[in-house]
């Protein structure tokens, strides 16, 4: 007996040390494991009330970015009320402009992916909320995709970063269109196919949606072009697009409905069967 | 209670705020960060009560780990540079520390570099060991532990040398 508190007193530095080390792994690997570990976490009072209130500040230091985004999006906006404007005060009138055609709601990505050759994204709006096959759906800075089903409370978008997906998109310079598709290779890159060799292209252009289709209305940004060659046949070209959005990083979007699309198929199909 | 042990509470305080509040948001190139709070474990004085020293960096690890949700391994990185702490002096500072009477204002440069640098770079190895708690992801750990340490060894000295109180 007297021999083990000898061992215990000449060697107390050592089993303190293994001790609080066996503690510490205790600890860590409780965390690995899943998140139960009660107390080393910071959603104690002690933290979390520290957290709570670096956040504040944090939240008033962030203020800049999130100014630089609206502005953003203010310029944009503005930039599209002053060309409405513009249109509203031409010598005739455009009827178009009595009622807008276009419905915006905001929506939140609930899932993305861009990392498989097929990507659907989905979205906290259903058929609840009037959303229908074939809405499209944007962020300020570009098209996300074109919505495919949807229960009651969500709804599965068709991204396109998708192989199957196509878009009808143009020039913004000029109004040569072809059709906007996705090899499956980069996130950050769409090919835009079908722009006759005639036009003039050039590396940095703008490329926007055409309007040729019910589904987005004409003048959204999609991307620059960072590429073009002439494909096989050497009558069109085959331009590779890089997104202004970062697919990677979506949360908040918009689901654009076009008032008008059942008219205009309507009347398209009366065309085709003629 | 004397000055000495006020300045220690002082400093564990600090330290700990400073560490949470603003050094372990820097994530520079995404991941890097100094640990700066080792600095109360490395200043310490060397003449103590080494179960109290123990206890003291078990619980300065275990507050950082608290507010950065990592489980106990900052405990551990501080409980083990603590417990070597005694073999890092004889190793920068040879015999002059065997008598007990160096002070960290008036040691020369050389030594008390090797000293930081060895405790830092012993505390990131431990640390960033038990957080990607992989030994196939060796490479990532060492690579994690050269940058870090680089970081919180300039961070070290930078403080030391503005605090330290002038040798008359």
Known sequence: MQQILNFIIRNKNFLLYLLLMALSMFFTTQTHSYHKSKFINSANFLSGGLYTRLNNIEQYLDLKVQNDNLSEENTRLRNLLQNYKVSREENFIDSTNFKGSYLFRPVRVIKNSYSASANILAINKGSNDSIQEDFGLITPKGILGIVDHTSKNYATVISILNTKSKISAQLKKTNHFGTLTWNGKSPNTVQLLDIPKIAPIEVGDTIITSGRSVIFPKGLQIGTIASFKLDAAENNFEINVSLFNDMTNIEHAYIIEHLDAPEINNLLNLSNEQ | ?168
């Open chain 2, 1 to 168: 209670m004397n000055s000495s042990v006020i300045s220690q509470i002082l400093k564990f305080i600090g330290l700990i705020l400073v560490q949470v509040l603003i050094l372990n948001h820097i994530n520079f190139l995404g991941y890097i960060n100094p640990y700066l709070y080792i600095l109360f474990i490395i200043l310490y004085p060397i003449k103590n009560n080494r179960l109290v020293f123990l206890l003291l960096s078990f619980l300065l690890g275990i507050i950082i780990d608290i507010f950065s949700d990592s489980g106990g391994i900052h405990a551990a990185a501080c409980v083990t540079i603590a417990y070597m702490r005694p073999l890092a002096l004889k190793w920068s500072f040879g015999t002059v520390y065997e008598h007990q009477t160096i002070k960290f204002n008036n040691v020369d440069f050389g030594s008390k570099l090797m000293y930081i640098s060895i405790l830092t770079g012993v505390h990131h190895l431990v640390l960033f060991f038990l957080e990607v708690f992989n030994f196939s992801e060796t490479l990532l750990t060492l690579q994690k532990t050269l940058f870090s340490s680089t970081f919180t060894i300039l961070l070290c000295v930078i403080v030391t040398i503005i605090f330290s109180k002038r040798s008359k």
